[in-house]
């Protein structure tokens, strides 16, 4: 292979790298904003948990989605090892949140 060569081979790998790597800087910011929007939720499910004295886990909720998580884990063809992690990561997020908001007064909720 020529240098000519190399150098056309470097620049395309290095386009192709670099469309790759802005396709993830989007993904990677599409996650971050439906994260938000998942604990907006998650937030006012805590502010009614509080309003009306319920614990602020699930346990049976929680088992229901993991499994549901796993298996769109598995259809989408992502390790549901991962997906159940990554879960769990979020629902103890939650939990906290939910722990501090019954701790609330009702005007600071």
Known sequence: MSSSEIEQADASV?????????SIDNIDAAVVHMLAERFKCT???GRLK???HLP???PAREARQIARLRALAKDA???PAFAEKLLNFIIAEVI???EQIA???????
């Open 43 to 45: 937030q006012r499910v």
């Open 14 to 22: 290095r386009a192709e790298l670099g469309a790759l790597r802005d």
């Open 96 to 98: 906290r949140h939910h």
């Open 77 to 79: 063809k992502l390790d």
């Open 56 to 58: 602020p886990a699930d």
């Open 103 to 109: 701790g609330q007064t009702p005007a600071e909720r």
């Open 50 to 52: 509080a309003e009306h």
